[in-house]
Structures are given as C-alpha cells and as structure tokens.
C-alpha cells in the first residue's frame, strides 16, 4: 500500500500556481519523497524528489514540512500540458521500487 | 533527465501468441530495472524487479512462467508475455535507475498490448 495520502482531484486556473498538498505522516527519517506525474496514456514524469530540504527544478518546487510529514508540490505557472496526475510517493525502506497511490488529478482550466 | 525507452509502442496480438516488450535505458546504466503494468483508469501495479546478470523477483500473484523477465545487459530489460489472453491486455511500463541511494527512476513511454 502506498504511504502517502493526496486529494483525488485538484483544479487551477492556467497561470496561477498549483499547489498541489501530499501527506506521509510514516515516513522515516532517511526516506526521500518523490513527485512524479502521468498524462494520459504516458508513462510516468519524473518531477522532483526530496530528503528534508526545500527542492527546486525547471519543473517546480518542493516544499517538506518541518517534521516530514507532509509536504508540497508546486507548479509555479501552470499550463494546459500540466494537466496530469500527480503522484506523491515514499519508497518503502529497503524497497526501491515505487509503489503508487491514486495521485492527484490536476485539471488546469483555460 | 535520463532517457528510457520501449519497443514496440503498441501491439496487437491474437491470444495464445507470445509477445516480447524491450525496455532500454539510452544514457545510463540501469543496475536494476522494473515492470509495471496499468489498466484502465487504475494506478500503475508493479509486476517485478530485475537486476542486471541474476533472477527477476516476482510480486505477489504475478506469474513467472507468463511474464518471462530478462535482464542481460545494463542498458537492456525484455518482458515476454507469453500464450497472452485477453485479460492480459494492458499498458506495460517498465522503469530504471542507476541503483545510488536517493537516486530516482526514470520511466518509459510504456507499450499498450492488446490480446484479441
């Protein structure tokens, strides 16, 4: 079972910021949280990945609480091509395979 | 980021008949690779994890003997879905990664077999 719980559903203007919410309140202290995402009949993106520090990239920004517990992704000025499912996930310790919830399904309206 | 790539794309097949899915990673070495498949409007279910020159490990409930993995090379996995019916009709998708700790996955663009 996946670790991590997100919204079913998210909705964004085009241009604004997505802020797209993921929480991992097991995660231990050495596992990293990954984003990636699907478009439709794709394979999955990667985004972005994060121990305990804030990450940034071409493609967005990760915000980890203080605790770890939960965290952020976000899509500065969301596009049309950003509508996708967005998933969180934290490997299991000891498991390098990814195990994937539901996501999130961001539709970024025009 | 690191490419991964899958051949065929697409492929139809009468059932009964065996189908083979390469999965290549062009600018890396992939110490271990991994099959998923997805279906329908459902989350992508990880299938097995092969590393380079030993045994694929199997998940829970997928058979071995149907879904032959095989990975002979750093930059090579194949997936043969062997005597395919109808039901195994779905979007494989196959991942790698160089095996350093906190490194990440990269995906293919996946294969969408349909058994008629």
């Known amino acids: 079972d996946a670790k991590t719980t997100q919204p079913p559903s998210m909705d964004c203007a085009e241009g604004r910021a997505a802020n797209l919410p993921c929480n991992h309140s097991?995660?231990?202290?050495?596992?990293?949280v990954y984003w990636y995402r699907q478009i439709h009949s794709q394979g999955p993106q990667y985004i972005i990945h994060g121990l305990k520090n804030n990450e940034t990239n071409e493609m967005a920004s990760l915000i980890i609480t203080e605790d770890r517990k939960s965290s952020t992704l976000i899509l500065p000025h969301a596009t049309l091509r950003d509508t996708a499912v967005y998933y969180c996930i934290v490997p299991d310790t000891g498991r390098r395979a990814l195990t994937f919830g539901s996501g999130t399904r961001l539709q970024v309206q025009p | 980021g690191a490419v991964v790539s899958q051949h065929p794309s697409r492929v139809i097949c009468k059932s009964g008949t065996s189908v083979k899915i390469e999965c290549r990673s062009l600018d890396f070495q992939a110490t271990t690779m991994f099959w998923y498949r997805q279906f329908p409007k459902q989350s992508l279910m990880l299938m097995a994890t092969s590393n380079e020159g030993s045994k694929a490990t199997y998940e829970q409930g997928v058979e071995k003997d149907k879904f032959l993995i095989n990975h002979a090379s750093l930059t090579l996995s194949t997936l043969t879905v062997t005597s395919a019916h109808p039901e195994d009709s779905s979007f494989y998708i196959c991942?790698?990664?160089?095996?350093?700790?906190?490194?990440?996955?990269?995906f293919g663009p996946g294969t969408r077999l349909l058994v008629l």
């Open positions: 991942s790698a990664e160089t095996g350093a700790r906190g490194e990440t996955q990269y």
């Open positions: 097991t995660i231990s202290g050495n596992e990293y």
